[in-house]
């Protein structure tokens, strides 16, 4: 049980590792389509995180990617999953959730990260991020799909001026 707990969870933010966030959506995918529900998906990332380990330290840094995944988790209802998905990049999943209330459990998180700057020692760092959201569109057979929309959702964001909520 204490290996399955390691090899499923990220070691450093508790989050769903890669390898058990797309499993995850995968099966809420094929679970909306059965039962004709809706199903979103946000692809969170620091913004220019880089940054943070460049002038604080990669200790800092952590200290950033574990505080943000607590605070999305707060975010979070029962059923609904976070996971580490890249280096300062993290996919929820929301099943039952439809695009109008997915994006306002984004402007929360957005907000939650925002409103409040990581303390790491002695030094304060102000946070925000970007996310890309996108939800299962009718006759969508492709979970990887719906993922791609939400992944260009969050560079669109970027592209715009970071800070934000783009729907893909």
């Not at 979070?76 to 039952?96: D, H, N, S, T």
Request: net charge neutral; proline share 4%.
């Amino acid at each position: 049980a204490s290996l399955q707990q390691k090899a499923s969870f990220d070691a450093l933010t508790g989050a769903l590792n890669r390898g058990n966030i797309e499993p995850t959506v995968e099966a809420a995918f094929g679970e909306a389509v059965h039962a004709r529900t809706p199903l979103s998906v946000l692809f969170i990332d620091l913004d220019h995180f880089k940054k943070v380990n460049d002038l604080h330290g990669h200790t800092a840094g952590d200290e950033c990617l574990l505080r943000v995944t607590q605070r999305i988790g707060r975010v979070l209802k029962p059923g609904q999953a976070i996971g580490r998905y890249g280096g300062e990049e993290f996919l929820v999943v929301l099943p039952g959730t439809a695009a109008d209330e997915a994006r306002a459990i984004a402007e929360r998180i957005r907000e939650c990260v925002r409103e409040r700057p990581v303390t790491s020692g002695e030094t304060s760092i102000p946070l925000t991020v970007s996310i890309g959201g996108a939800s299962r569109q009718p006759g969508e057979l492709s979970w990887k799909h719906m993922l791609e929309r939400a992944d260009q959702a969050v560079y669109t964001a970027k592209r715009q001026g970071r800070d934000r909520v783009v729907w893909g």
